[in-house]
């Protein structure tokens, strides 16, 4: 299947690592020129480094898209500003915004303070509310344009640990259904992504220190299975990859996905306890 992606402009942010990382290569796979971001500039030059490499490597009938930096902390007005001036000026203008980018810090109800509490919904619910605000004006121009909200299954179906981090990820869920009505008629398409566990850097540093407090042992398949066993199980019976998270995306940002709008699609291995 073509998903149409090729020339693509695309700004994923928070694409340093992790979910985000994956997303930029595969979108740059399908022919789509990205903007890897982040605050660590290292990071983002070796992401954007390895994508072209791999382009300028591949033969002449495969459509591998560029990639381009930006820097910027989007927890600051400033800096949200910096990071579109920076994607503008290397490919015009943006077609996709992937609001990726989020913090997630292992605390319960009676170790965040509400000042903390305020401080995460400022980093993860702003950071896409800035990155909105500043790019939709010209993607309206466009005529054409995809908006997506990175959340969590924890949203809709929260544990009792993170209150504060699933709370942030709910309003995110919420923001795209209003948006995607704000943007009527305009071509441009506004969805929620929701994975369950996936295996990244981060959650795997998470979970070998969670292992530690639990008695889990220092395995990562045995700390798997309690994952799985413990914390989240899912009828597909594993953790989710990053790919798992990246191709759907690939798809939602896709000219193919117009009649997706305003959705919250998940991909959790079926670990949500719901119908709908
Ligand atoms: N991994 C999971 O199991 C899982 C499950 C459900 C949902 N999610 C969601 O998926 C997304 C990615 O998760 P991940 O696990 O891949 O995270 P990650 O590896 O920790 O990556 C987070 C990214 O966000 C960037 N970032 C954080 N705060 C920022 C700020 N203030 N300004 C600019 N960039 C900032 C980081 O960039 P720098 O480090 O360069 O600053 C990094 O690139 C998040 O929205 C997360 O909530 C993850």
Do not use: C
């Not at 796979?29 to 994508?51: L, P």
């Not at 993860?124 to 309206?140: H, S, T």
């Not at 398949?221 to 019976?237: A, R």
């Amino acid at each position: 299947m073509d998903l149409q992606l090729s020339g693509k402009r695309v700004l994923v942010t928070g694409s340093t690592s992790g979910i985000g990382e994956g997303i930029v290569k595969i979108l740059a796979h399908e022919g789509a020129n990205v903007i890897v971001h982040g605050r660590n500039k290292q990071q983002a030059d070796r992401i954007a480094e390895e994508i072209n490499k791999k382009r300028s490597s591949i033969s002449s009938n495969d459509n591998g898209g560029k990639a381009y930096v930006a820097i910027g902390d989007l927890s600051k007005d400033e800096g949200a500003k910096e990071v579109v001036r920076e994607s503008l000026k290397s490919v015009g203008d943006i077609d996709i915004l992937i609001n990726n980018a989020a913090v997630y810090v292992n605390r319960g109800w009676t170790d965040a303070t509400p000042n903390q509490w305020a401080e995460l919904y400022n980093f993860n619910v702003l950071i896409a509310v800035r990155m909105i605000q500043l790019v939709i004006p010209r993607m309206k121009n466009l005529g054409w344009g995809r908006i997506i909200q990175m959340s969590t299954g924890e949203a809709t179906q929260p544990f009792a640990f993170m209150p504060d981090y699933a709370a942030t990820k709910a309003a995110l869920v919420n923001i795209t259904v209003s948006l995607s009505k704000e943007l009527a008629q305009t071509g441009i398409t506004v969805n929620t992504i929701s994975p369950g566990i996936i295996v990244t850097h981060n959650v795997i540093q998470f979970y070998r220190q969670t292992a530690i407090d639990k008695g889990w042992g220092t395995d990562w398949k045995e700390i798997e299975k309690h994952i799985l066993t413990e914390v989240l199980n899912n009828p597909v019976g594993r953790l989710g990859t990053i790919e798992d998270v990246a191709n759907l995306v690939a798809f939602v940002s896709s000219p193919l996905a117009s009649y997706i709008n305003g959705a919250n699609l998940r991909v959790d291995g079926g670990s949500t306890i719901t119908i709908n």
